[in-house]
């Protein structure tokens, strides 16, 4: 993303206020950063969030292509072709420029048997020592072996736009419905994809949640460095979260790991 540098040379006393104008420099969702000198030396800072109400446009250029195979849809976006099973409705494969950027092999995490489509909706994670009494709950409502079930699905053309809605329950085998799940999926004509999910409470009482997100496993011949928009350059939990500024990062893999002693 775009950085912008404002520089605020006029002495701020305590008990004191001061403003500045950033009209015109905001985007949708910026981080504003503050950062505080005294003799020229960093003493402190502080991070905001200015966020637009406004939707994103999309001004690419072009056609998304659908076709409808027996096992899959495969949608065409310049030089990328996005596969979304027909059973799963989730991607098998995600290619740009002849390459496909998932995995084939099986997840330990997720599945030892079978490769991990993208996307699958996870809220489990590997327990760490303060979990200790979460973790029985957690396992109690089954949340360490959730099943997406997909219950309706629809497929819209705009030309230069393809969106994807899918509806699931999300539940452990045997217990009741504890989640119902959303993905919508919207493939535009340049190859980018944008993914939004949306994940609904339907039991009461269940215990909070260890995370949510959405596991995809990625081609690891084509990887090696990570870059991220977001909370860094270290990790960042919440009895430490005040360390960390949202911004720009780039990590090999293998820095991405950190040998704790348990």
């Known amino acids: 993303g775009r950085k912008e540098e404002i520089p605020f040379d006029k002495e701020i006393l305590p008990g004191q206020s001061a403003t500045f104008n950033i009209k015109g420099l905001t985007g949708q969702d910026t981080a504003l950063s503050i950062v505080y000198k005294r003799d020229g030396r960093e003493c402190g800072h502080e991070q905001h969030i200015v966020s637009r109400s406004f939707p994103e446009i999309c001004k690419t250029k072009g056609k998304v292509a659908v076709c409808e195979t027996e096992q899959c849809y495969r949608i065409r976006a310049a030089d990328a072709v996005f596969c979304l099973n027909k059973d799963t409705f989730s991607f098998d494969k995600l290619i740009y420029k002849g390459k496909n950027y998932l995995s084939d092999q099986p997840s330990l995490f997720y599945n030892p048997f079978c490769p991990v489509p993208a996307f699958v909706p996870n809220i489990y994670r590997y327990k760490i020592d303060n979990d200790k009494t979460a973790n029985e709950e957690w396992i109690k409502y089954g949340y360490n072996m ?12 705009y ?15 045997k217990l009741s419905l504890e989640f119902t799940h959303k993905f919508k999926y919207l493939i535009y004509s340049d190859g980018s994809m944008k993914v939004q999910c949306r994940l609904n409470r339907k039991s009461k009482n269940l215990p909070f949640l260890p995370r949510y997100g959405i596991l995809m496993n990625l081609n690891e011949t084509l990887f090696d460095t990570v870059y991220w928009n977001g909370l860094g350059p270290n990790e960042n939990y919440p009895d430490f979260r005040e360390c960390a500024v949202i911004g720009e990062y780039e990590k090999s893999i293998r820095e991405m790991f950190y040998e704790y002693a348990y």
């Open 146 to 157: 959730m099943w997406n079930r997909v219950t309706a699905h629809e497929i819209r053309e």
């Open 159 to 173: 030309g230069d736009c393809c969106e994807i809605t899918v509806e699931s329950l999300f539940s452990p085998p």
